[in-house]
């Protein structure tokens, strides 16, 4: 009986290992930032949306991130096998056939397009497969191996959630929507590359043409500063055009000017420990400022709704 017991578990440890390692291809911790930039998108929207209908859109545009994240596994098995930051991945680590990732990203781009187009519209399940396409075809089989502007143009891909569930609401784009697409889309470079500078050996014994590699450090420190700011500038349009209000002005203001100190820190590093510090630490505040302005976008918009401002 304790034997009978003890296979029992061992069964379902296996079973919960390999689950996890299917919830693994989908990228869920860079779902989770899909998901609450879409979600900011669809609440920030005029008209508003049946709650379920809502759900189901946001639940439709995870599924689409997630099969995002299986293509890419997939075709970037043989790089992230070589990577120290990805070695561990289902795929590299021999948990997880290069094929199955295959067939879960395409079943789950079909399904997330299909249900979102039936249960809101067309228009969002378009940029909705554009976006999955754009991210899996463009960025990850074409510019991330070919182009030390890579993350540049591919930043494309993270910056549409936020259109996707506005469209999911009201059918159409609007300045709006392309603004919170700008804000991403300006974050995107100084966040990958502070993250390039101090994981440069990684990128170079995979191939991957990432800037610090190719133009060296110096290019790239000032690549970094000149997008930070792009970006504090493009965090403030919501405000000028009367968008948005004083909370999110504050926070924007507040948020931004760290952002441009961190980059002008690390831009003004010479030795390479020193370097590799200021990377990281610009890196690491780069997560929590995208997440602090959007949060900002809805607490702004929640307070005009009930009428505190």
């Not at 390692?21 to 989770?32: G, N, W």
């Not at 189901?56 to 970037?76: E, F, V």
């Not at 780069?286 to 307070?303: E, G, K, N, W």
């Amino acid at each position: 009986m304790a034997y009978v017991h003890h296979s029992h578990d061992v069964h379902v440890r296996a079973l919960e290992a390999r689950v996890g390692d299917y919830v693994a291809l989908l990228k869920p911790r860079v779902m989770s930032l899909v998901v609450f930039t879409a979600l900011v998108g669809l609440l920030l929207a005029p008209g508003g949306i049946n709650p379920i209908i809502g759900a189901i859109a946001i639940l439709c545009i995870a599924i689409g991130a997630g099969a995002s994240g299986a293509l890419n596994m997939w075709y970037d098995a043989d790089i992230d096998a070589v990577m120290s930051r990805t070695v561990n991945r289902p795929i590299p680590a021999g948990r997880i056939e290069r094929d199955h990732a295959l067939a879960l990203g395409l079943v789950l781009s079909v399904f997330s397009v299909c249900l979102l187009g039936l249960a809101t519209n067309w228009l969002a399940a378009g940029l909705l497969g554009f976006t999955i396409f754009f991210y899996a075809v463009i960025y990850t089989m074409w510019l991330k191996r070919s182009t030390p502007q890579n993350i540049v143009i591919g930043g494309a891909a993270g910056a549409f959630p936020p259109m996707v569930g506005w469209a999911a609401v009201t059918g159409s784009i609007s300045i709006e929507s392309i603004v919170l697409f700008l804000i991403i889309f300006l974050w995107t470079p100084p966040h990958f590359w502070a993250l390039a500078l101090y994981k440069q050996s990684d990128y170079g014994a995979a191939g991957v043409p990432m800037l610090p590699n190719v133009a060296g450090e110096r290019v790239t420190k000032v690549q970094i500063l000149v997008y930070s700011v792009l970006l504090v500038a493009s965090s403030l349009i919501p405000s000028l055009t009367g968008f948005m209000g004083p909370i999110y002005t504050v926070a924007a203001l507040a948020t931004g000017a760290g952002f441009v100190w961190l980059a002008w820190a690390l831009f003004r590093t010479t030795e390479t420990v020193a370097m590799k510090k200021a990377g990281r630490s610009l890196f690491t505040y780069s997560l929590s400022y995208l997440a602090v302005i959007f949060f900002a976008l809805l607490t702004d918009h929640a307070a005009r709704v009930l009428g505190w401002l």
